[in-house]
């Protein structure tokens, strides 16, 4: 059967009774001898799977829209989120608050508001199935910040629970099925990556019991229907933003054999084999494991294939490698690295007094009366961790005519990037750019630079045919996904999408560029372009900053839509 709608109408998985489970109780299972091993062979398999198409594209474009929308709503309480606490903060200070009331004042979980916004308007991706095997539209190496993420588009339906499974109720033969799995760190699991002893659920304080999740993965391996498995690890990457548990789908798993064994605890606990099934894209966790042990030199690379540690010069805080695992191009080493866009003085001199006069007050935290605040509607853009809280006509960014310092809150783009990037030589898209760090969604990772013409100037210098390649045209970046981080449409009635200005410009990279020029395009991106302005007050030549618009694994190449079918 082919999954062909958003919302399908079937609801049910169908499953014969295996003769061997209807025989089966807590007493045969809870035996106390604690390595008493036991299998169930499978007779007649029959079950109805929901599959997905050959085609991948249609479903991996529905769940990335639907994982913009949930970071969108997550992003947009983070602002409400710090101005409840610096109110708390405040009435603390004022003797206001009692002890109870401080004792009351847990943080609000904004990925839970998310979640549970999208499920009462009818957003939840599946919800009305349970997908067994590959979830359509979710990859292997996919990362999640959140179970609620996982919650709603389909591949992990428990908030909490380590084992998600089909209900007995849903099944016409009365028996549970196991559709996925989460090993996390602080569990007595042995993880050796391609199989895994999973310890069962169930209450620490008593012998656990062959039930609902339990049963269901014993049901699964009856009928050997594969499991997914995502793996939860602490990941210290090389931010403080990510530095935080992430989530990772590795992939489907079958469950070979389980057993009941006295646990560290002291009561008896379910363990379950499972061997991951060949054939399937490397492990996202090893992946990101790998890129992080590089990261910290603890892993050795092919010297051969780095053709430059740093194509920046030292232009940039992190370097910028060069890879080429493919042939001998040395393409990108032929320009000069430019980290920021160069703009002719003649177009400058007159916004950047302008800018000057403008600065009218001291501020410090450039929230409330400072000139880019008032410019920006009275409102900040970034949240204190630098998360863009939705994409803007055009961002005011205090700059060298500010009196703020420099760790100002408003100034996310100028401090140049922060994620270690690689351009790398590629099969499919000539040249590409990654990240060897996970890019968290809404965060800054580089400028689009290059040489600022006038249309009249590009008009010129492409005369002659050969510069058509090399002439970028920032108009084209605001299309349709560029809209998309921040778009509340879908559940706000009354939001504005952005009106954009219309730039008369070009940038010129065929001498001078930096890493921004080799992001591939590609109709579903994964990263936009954010107009910002720090260091003149010119609005018709912003800077063009890159921003991500999801969660984006280290190694998955970083896409951009170019609007090549515009002008």
Same mark, same amino acid.
């Given at each position: 059967m082919n999954f062909q709608d958003p919302n399908p109408s079937i609801s049910r998985t169908i499953v014969p009774i295996p003769n061997e489970l209807q025989n089966y109780d807590n007493n045969t299972l809870t035996g106390k001898d604690s390595k008493s091993k036991q299998k169930l062979r499978g007779q007649n398999k029959e079950l109805v799977h929901t599959v997905m198409d050959a085609d991948h594209r249609p479903y991996r474009e529905m769940v990335r829209r639907t994982r913009i929308l949930f970071d969108s709503i997550r992003v947009s309480g983070l602002l409400e989120e710090e101005n409840n606490r610096k109110n708390k903060k405040n009435?603390?200070? !004022?003797?206001?608050?009692?002890?109870?009331?401080? &004792?009351?004042? @847990?943080?609000?979980? %904004? #990925?839970?508001?998310?979640?549970?916004?999208?499920?009462?308007?009818?957003?939840?991706?599946?919800?009305?199935?349970?997908?067994?095997?590959?979830?359509?539209?979710?990859?292997?190496?996919?990362?999640?910040?959140?179970?609620?993420?996982?919650?709603?588009?389909?591949?992990?339906?428990?908030?909490?629970?380590?084992?998600?499974?089909?209900?007995?109720?849903?099944? !016409?033969?009365?028996?549970?099925?196991?559709?996925? &799995?989460?090993? @996390?760190?602080?569990? %007595? #699991?042995?993880?050796?990556?391609?199989?895994?002893?999973y310890s069962g659920h169930g209450d620490m304080k008593q012998d656990q019991k062959l039930e609902r999740g339990n049963l269901a993965m014993v049901t699964s391996m009856q009928y050997e229907i594969d499991v997914r498995v995502i793996r939860g690890f602490r990941y210290e990457g090389a931010t403080s933003t990510t530095s935080s548990k992430v989530f990772v789908y590795d992939g489907l798993y079958k469950i070979i054999e389980f057993w009941f064994e006295k646990g560290i605890s002291g009561f008896g606990v379910y363990k379950f084999m499972l061997s991951r099934v060949q054939g399937q894209p490397k492990m996202g966790s090893m992946i990101l494991k790998e890129a992080s042990m590089l990261m910290r030199g603890h892993l050795c690379d092919n010297h051969m294939c780095v053709l430059s540690d740093d194509i920046s010069n030292g232009k940039e805080n992190i370097g910028v490698r060069l890879y080429n695992d493919i042939d001998s191009d040395l393409y990108p080493m032929q320009f000069e690295y430019l980290p920021k866009a160069a703009f002719p003085m003649f177009l400058l001199p007159q916004s950047m007094t302008t800018r000057?006069?403008?600065?009218?007050?001291?501020?410090?935290?450039?929230?409330?009366?400072?000139?880019?605040?008032?410019?920006?509607?009275?409102t900040t853009p970034y949240s204190k961790s630098g998360i863009l809280l939705k994409g803007r006509s055009l961002i005011?960014?205090?700059?060298?005519?500010?009196?703020?310092?420099?760790?100002?809150?408003?100034?996310?783009?100028?401090?140049?990037?922060?994620?270690?990037?690689?351009?790398?030589?590629?099969?499919?898209?000539?040249?590409?750019?990654?990240?060897?760090?996970?890019?968290?969604?809404?965060?800054?990772?580089?400028?689009?630079?290059?040489?600022?013409?006038?249309?009249?100037?590009?008009?010129?210098?492409?005369?002659?045919?050969?510069?058509?390649?090399?002439?970028?045209?920032?108009?084209?970046?605001l299309n349709r996904s560029t809209q998309e981080w921040g778009d509340l449409s879908m559940i706000d009635a009354n939001h504005v999408h952005p009106a954009y200005p219309t730039l008369d410009f070009a940038l010129d990279v065929s001498m001078m560029?930096?890493?921004?020029?080799?992001?591939?395009?590609?109709?579903?991106?994964?990263?936009?372009?954010?107009?910002?302005?720090?260091?003149?007050?010119?609005?018709?030549?912003?800077?063009?900053?890159?921003?991500?618009?999801?969660?984006?694994?280290?190694?998955?190449?970083?896409?951009?839509?170019?609007?090549?079918e515009a002008r």
């Open positions: 009435l603390k200070a !004022s003797s206001l608050v009692n002890q109870t009331e401080e &004792v009351n004042n @847990s943080r609000v979980r %904004n #990925d839970l508001i998310a979640a549970t916004l999208m499920k009462d308007h009818g957003m939840y991706l599946y919800h009305d199935v349970k997908i067994i095997g590959t979830v359509p539209g979710v990859s292997i190496g996919d990362i999640f910040l959140y179970r609620s993420e996982m919650c709603v588009i389909g591949l992990h339906g428990q908030p909490q629970a380590g084992i998600d499974y089909l209900h007995a109720s849903m099944s !016409s033969n009365g028996q549970p099925i196991a559709t996925s &799995v989460v090993v @996390s760190d602080g569990y %007595n #699991d042995d993880d050796q990556g391609d199989s895994i002893i000057k006069k403008m600065r009218v007050i001291e501020c410090s935290e450039c929230v409330d009366g400072c000139v880019s605040s008032i410019m920006n509607g009275n005011y960014e205090c700059g060298p005519f500010c009196s703020c310092p420099s760790h100002c809150r408003n100034r996310v783009t100028q401090k140049g990037i922060k994620y270690r990037l690689e351009v790398f030589r590629s099969n499919e898209t000539s040249w590409g750019v990654r990240s060897l760090d996970p890019i968290l969604a809404g965060t800054f990772i580089c400028e689009f630079t290059g040489l600022v013409l006038t249309r009249e100037q590009a008009e010129i210098l492409t005369m002659d045919g050969e510069h058509n390649s090399l002439i970028i045209y920032p108009n084209r970046f560029r930096n890493v921004a020029s080799y992001i591939s395009h590609s109709p579903t991106p994964n990263v936009f372009v954010q107009l910002v302005l720090f260091d003149h007050g010119n609005w018709m030549f912003p800077h063009l900053m890159v921003f991500a618009m999801e969660n984006i694994p280290p190694m998955r190449e970083l896409s951009l839509d170019h609007g090549v």
